[in-house]
């Protein structure tokens, strides 16, 4: 008996211990919001959180409480130059940080630097996803929101709202310091929201 025991629980052992030593993968539902104007990454970004949130803001409407105007929900033709299609921030009362907190009452934190695989998955992993900039050695940035990981091989998932990109992945390395599509690019800042 005790013979047939100890097979019993050496099999189970050997069926239990790959199941633990399987790499973690997870991805949120972060919608794909594509930006409106050439300069709305950051209200794309805040939008697809506050609605991923529960909390539906339409990109023109969190451009009207950025810039206290109240026509980027209508018909206004925008241009490069218009003041209500300028860059944002991460920080700030009115950067994403401040959009979550005063439309959708989310709470986030703040690195002025690219933050690990680990501390990226682990937030992801309690379903938070973390708004991160990219910049260009040239000067510009655009900003992207991961929304998943797998620890097999350090991948991690983005929301881009660029026109025409949408999800997309890459290994933490090239995250964090790569070239695509979009040039060649270094996360220089990430912001997790809760």
Sequence with gaps: MKKNLAHLLAGALNFAIP???????LQLNVPIVTQQHSEWCWDAD??????YRGSNESQCAIANWVYGVDYTCGSYSFDWYDDANSPNSLTGSTGISGILWNLGGRHWYYYNRAISYSTAANAISHGNPVVILWEWQGGGGHFVVLDGYDDNGQMLYFMNPWPGEGAGYGDYDWIADGTGNMGTHYWSE?????
């Design 46 to 51: 805040a939008s697809a959180i506050l609605q």
């Design 19 to 25: 199941l633990c030593a399987s790499a973690a993968a």
């Design 190 to 194: 990430s912001l997790i929201t809760y």
